[in-house]
């Protein structure tokens, strides 16, 4: 099971950090990523790495202003956001799935609730 949370409502170029903790299980065995969806909108890829934790791509939306990491020892990933703006309004959810790197939100088949992030200009 997946905890997503840190989500909340931010001025235009602040920062949040998301966390999303697993519980019965590890990271270390499965590729994570983060999607969001925005109101009306479909679900969207925004960072993605390997189970080792070594290898992460990004959307070329958030690239060079969102991190994505993992604290072993805390069964955690994190997705550090930076630079935020209104676009980046959505809800943010964390999954785990087998396909390296994929950024279809169908190749992954464990998903946290979701956490909502509003960027207010």
């Known amino acids: 099971q997946l905890q997503a949370s840190g989500g909340g409502s931010v001025q235009a170029g602040g920062s949040l950090r998301l966390s999303c903790t697993a519980s019965?299980?590890?990271?270390?065995?499965?590729?994570v990523g983060w999607f969001r969806q925005a109101p009306g909108q479909e679900r969207e890829f925004v960072a993605s790495f390997t189970s080792s934790g070594n290898i992460k791509t990004y959307a070329d939306s958030v690239r060079d202003r969102f991190t994505t990491s993992r604290a072993i020892a805390e069964n955690t990933v994190y997705l550090e956001m930076n630079s935020l703006m209104p676009e980046d309004t959505a809800v943010y959810y964390c999954a785990v799935g087998r396909v390296v790197l994929s950024k279809s939100s169908a190749d992954y088949y464990y998903w946290g609730q979701g956490t909502q992030v509003t960027v207010s200009s």
């Open positions: 019965g299980g590890t990271f270390r065995t499965y590729n």
